[in-house]
């Protein structure tokens, strides 16, 4: 192994980069400024300032040996409301079914419910004629007139993509195939069309209508992004094919991205998940609470017994979407995030001072105040050097921003910094109960690992709040999730209904499914270059009560588990403590229906490997700041992450300072240094 294995994860006020060097077995990691206006400049600049401070042999982007890459550009530009304008193509009978959505279940009483915003308005949904019956066979055919007026439509009004949701299309897909046969004989080859059976093949009309309207919205702007990035990195000779990083966990190549565009949804922030899954083995826990807090936003997810907790269902303001996906609950809550006043009241968030014009202390314009003016008026951040030395801080703007602030509060600037602390650290830990407590989770039987660039100033604090025993701070928190994806694999999902009750079930029948469908998820990763001897499967089924209406994903061992004499009892089982563990109850004995079959294809890449630390030979050097807690300064010990070495220990109140972010442990904590590099939080005995 010769070269450069590389990751770059793009936020709203960073770009992330991580390289392992196979020719030194060392890492290294940096950032650079996002740019909003051309992404790909940022994830340049980022990537050749990295390879430049290299410490080994010269390095350049020709020497880049793999290449991966996650990005929120599709979930900015569904947030932003940026997408393109879509036309729907809808059932005659049932055309309204993505306006009529789904009641507030969870919020029958909330008098300020509102729904959601659908993406496409009633004027832009093309009813067609045509009809299947529940089982997908054909009761009326398709209106092929229907279609080619719909073209004629999208030629005339300056749509540019359309989205396919027919009724039944998961039972059988002949009318939406048929109908983007017609688009395209009458568009072109290329235009942007999703099909609701290729988006999400799975049962619930609306959901699925849903999610091939939400891939047609974003698609070319994701496709057009990904084509400039594979230029940019083309004319600096990057050789070798980029990656983008899925929702689901796992990676695919950009050319598949691009006709997938749905699947890179949370690409940015799953990165970080599945770096707690490496660091999960590596630490010797299986559960823990990811929480990463960057410029613009915080991010909470679980590994739960070593694996990313994943789900076929996401909501995104409102919208249902299905696909596999890392279980991610986000807020606006960042390093950027804005403090302000309300009805005499303090606030933070969700309002970002983003990369530009960014917080006060940048100097690029801000004037008010945000989380990290508040930390640097604590003392809590070196106004010296900040970002990895790509600028200096302004202590005196931050001072003057949160002055103007706690006038209208009656504070004085550290009174009102502190603040601002509080109440972001009080959103972020309600997040994190919402992804734990409300779901029967006790987050206490967890350990907190913490990473982005803010996320370990206020890791401590939060542990505190909810009572968590053991912080962890890996290597590069700053850009961990850009190190996540490094530890991923190359992953297809492919899910395909399954209507049994369980008497009902053939055993012989469902194995002989899920054997087709291996296979042909294994063939799909002709396309992503995985070697033969790489790939593999899991397989899971969907189930529920009888007479309930959402399910559970549960595993099975393979495709011919079915065939096992006793299968009927290890699937309930199974079941009834998955159902357990979510709800906190289950019904033994009672029936269940099957619902979908799921496979997944993986395709081991070359991982890695873990850089271990030396050992600790004698003190490391450090000098002393004042720091406020609760009130009063202390003269905190300020530490240079790279000085540290493995049993190096020491008490707070304390600041770790390292490029890519800052570790802040208040008095009555003791912090050390692992083997594998990450900061160890306790508190300390009383």
């Not at 849903?210 to 702007?221: C, D, R, T």
């Not at 909470?300 to 696909?323: K, N």
């Not at 309930?572 to 496979?599: D, I």
């Amino acid at each position: 192994m010769t070269g450069l294995r590389v990751s770059m994860d793009i936020g709203g006020t960073f770009t992330d980069v991580v390289v392992y060097d196979e020719r030194t077995g060392r890492y290294r990691a940096g950032k650079a400024s996002t740019t909003p206006h051309d992404l790909t400049e940022g994830v340049m600049t980022a990537l050749t300032s990295v390879l430049a401070g290299s410490d080994g042999p010269p390095a350049s982007p020709a020497d880049v040996s793999f290449l991966v890459h996650g990005t929120t550009q599709g979930l900015n530009a569904f947030l932003q409301r940026r997408g393109v304008r879509v036309l729907l193509l809808a059932g005659q009978d049932a055309a309204d079914t993505y306006h009529i959505a789904r009641g507030p279940r969870t919020r029958l009483y909330d008098l300020h419910y509102r729904k959601p915003e659908p993406l496409v308005p009633l004027r832009d949904i093309v009813p067609v004629g045509g009809r299947l019956d529940a089982a997908g066979r054909e009761i009326e055919p398709l209106d092929e007139d229907a279609v080619r007026e719909a073209a004629r439509r999208y030629r005339a009004e300056g749509f540019e993509a359309i989205a396919v949701g027919l009724l039944f299309s998961h039972a059988n897909p002949a009318h939406e195939l048929r109908a983007a046969e017609i688009l395209r004989a009458e568009l072109g080859e290329d235009v942007t069309i999703s099909l609701s059976h290729q988006a999400a093949n799975e049962w619930r009309e609306y959901e699925r209508t849903s999610s091939a309207v939400l891939e047609a919205y974003i698609g070319p702007v994701v496709r057009r992004y990904l084509t400039s990035l594979t230029g940019v990195l083309a004319d600096h000779r990057v050789a070798v094919p980029l990656h983008v990083m899925q929702s689901s966990g796992g990676v695919i190549t950009a050319e598949t991205a691009r006709h997938r565009p749905l699947q890179t949804l949370l690409s940015g922030p799953v990165g970080g998940t599945m770096g707690g899954v490496a660091l999960a083995r590596a630490l010797g826990r299986d559960n823990l609470i990811c929480v990463d807090m960057g410029g613009t936003s915080f991010d909470v997810s679980l590994v739960v017994d070593g694996r990313p907790d994943v789900t076929s269902e996401a909501r995104l303001e409102g919208l249902p979407v299905l696909m596999s996906v890392v279980d991610i609950h986000t807020i606006g809550a960042g390093g950027g995030s804005l403090a302000w006043e309300e009805a005499g009241g303090l606030r933070v968030g969700p309002g970002s001072a983003g990369a530009a014009p960014g917080p006060a202390c940048y100097g690029r314009g801000g004037t008010e105040a945000t989380v990290t003016d508040a930390n640097l008026l604590l003392g809590r951040i070196d106004e010296r050097g900040f970002a990895g030395g790509e600028f200096d801080l302004d202590a005196a703007a931050a001072e003057q921003a949160l002055s103007a602030l706690g006038k209208r509060l009656g504070l004085d600037a550290v009174g009102m910094a502190e603040g601002v602390c509080e109440v972001a650290n009080a959103k972020m830990a309600q997040a994190i109960r919402t992804i734990t407590v409300a779901r029967g989770i006790e987050p206490r039987e967890f350990t907190l690992v913490a990473f982005g660039g803010a996320g370990p100033m206020h890791s401590v604090f939060l542990a505190r709040e909810l009572g968590i025993p053991e912080v962890v701070v890996p290597r590069f928190p700053g850009a961990f999730s850009a190190w996540g994806m490094l530890e991923t694999e190359i992953r297809r999902d492919f899910a395909e209904p399954f209507f049994r009750l369980d008497a009902d079930v053939d055993p012989r029948d469902m194995a002989d499914r899920l054997s087709t469908a291996a296979r042909t998820a294994l063939d799909a990763l002709d396309s992503e270059g995985v070697p033969r001897d790489r790939r593999r499967t899991e397989c899971a089924v969907d189930i529920r009560y009888a007479a309930q209406e959402y399910t559970l994903t549960v595993p099975l061992t393979g495709p011919d588990e079915p065939l096992l004499a006793d299968f009927p009892e290890i699937i309930a089982e199974r079941f009834a403590r998955q159902h357990h563990t979510r709800y906190g109850h289950s019904n033994k004995g009672a029936p269940l229906e099957f619902v979908a079959l799921r496979v997944t294809a993986l395709g081991a890449l070359d991982g890695a490997p873990a850089e271990t630390v030396p050992d600790a030979e004698a003190d490391f050097p450090h000098r002393t700041r004042g720091v406020v807690f609760d009130g009063a300064e202390y003269p905190a010990r300020i530490v240079e992450r790279d000085a540290l070495r493995r049993g190096h220990e020491f008490s707070g109140p304390a600041i770790v300072q390292e490029p890519t972010a800052t570790t802040v442990v208040p008095p009555g904590y003791r912090v050390g240094l692992d083997a594998g590099g990450s900061l160890v939080i306790r508190e300390e005995a009383k």
